[in-house]
């Protein structure tokens, strides 16, 4: 069983940036692909951003974090990164990482978007954008 720890949410005001990170109890973290999602209040959950197994592998975004997040991990410290800069206030949700070792690398973004080929979650890390 994996153990997913989101942190660095907090409340940001418009047009600032949040770095939120997800460390892994897993030794062999650099083996999974992982996904950001987010979910807002009485909105169903949404995909952020996606990162293969390995450093430097590909990456997805959603159309609407284009240009603003980057997604990033460092295998050494068993932890993947999202940080997120121009922060709007429609970015206000709990934000997710999860994971996947059993087809540790994406085929398209559908697949790197798809929540089902997931099978580990965090708790979350609320993340609130003031206007």
């Known amino acids: 069983q994996v153990h997913l720890v989101e942190s660095g949410g907090g409340l940001v005001q418009a047009g600032g940036s949040l770095r939120l990170s997800c460390t892994a109890s897993e030794p062999t973290f650099n083996s999974y692909a992982v996904g950001w999602f987010r979910q807002a209040p009485g909105k169903e959950r949404e995909f952020v951003a996606a990162?293969?197994?390995?450093?430097?592998?590909?990456?997805y975004y959603a159309d609407f974090v284009k240009g603003r997040f980057t997604i990033s991990r460092d295998n050494d410290k068993n932890t993947v990164s999202l940080q997120m800069n121009g922060l709007k206030p429609d970015d206000t949700a709990v934000y997710y990482c999860?994971?996947?070792?059993?087809?540790?690398?994406?085929?398209?973004?559908?697949?790197?978007?798809?929540?089902?080929?997931?099978?580990?979650w965090g708790q979350g890390t609320q993340v609130t954008v003031s206007s």
């Open positions: 999860a994971a996947d070792k059993s087809k540790p690398y994406y085929s398209d973004y559908s697949d790197a978007a798809w929540h089902g080929r997931y099978s580990y």
């Open positions: 990162i293969s197994w390995f450093s430097g592998g590909s990456t």
